[in-house]
Nanobody, 115 residues
Framework: QIQLVESGGGLVQTGGSLRLSCAAS????????MGWYRQAPGKQRELVAS???????NYADSVKGRFTISRDNAKNIVYLQMGSLKPEDTAVYYC?????????WGQGTQVTISS
């Protein structure tokens, strides 16, 4: 059973930075593509960034140039470094992976950006 545990959320001012971490267990981490999604109140969950097993990255247009996803296969952790934060980045951020046909999600971590 794959488990994902996020940490690092919080309240920051506009223009600030945060780093989210997602620790994975129960899997051969290096074999899993990983991603970060977010869901704001009243909105659908959306992909923020993803990273393949070969560390190829993909970003939503809204975060390109501000966010960086990375992975440490030795520690089984995927990171999301967020900078130049805006109020519209406020959301619950979820870590995601899949194995075969099964999707796995973390419990989410709240990120709130004050204006």
């Amino acid at each position: 059973q794959i488990q994902l545990v996020e940490s690092g959320g919080g309240l920051v001012q506009t223009g600030g930075s945060l780093r989210l971490s997602c620790a994975a267990s129960g899997t051969f981490f290096s074999l899993n593509p990983m991603g970060w999604y977010r869901q704001a109140p009243g909105k659908q969950r959306e992909l923020v960034a993803s990273i393949t097993t070969g560390s190829k990255t993909n970003y939503a247009d809204s975060v390109k140039g501000r966010f960086t996803i990375s992975r440490d296969n030795a520690k089984n952790i995927v990171y999301l470094q967020m900078g130049s934060l805006k109020p519209e980045d406020t959301a619950v951020y979820y870590c995601y992976t899949n194995f075969g046909t099964i999707d796995y999600w973390g419990q989410g971590t709240q990120v709130t950006i004050s204006s």
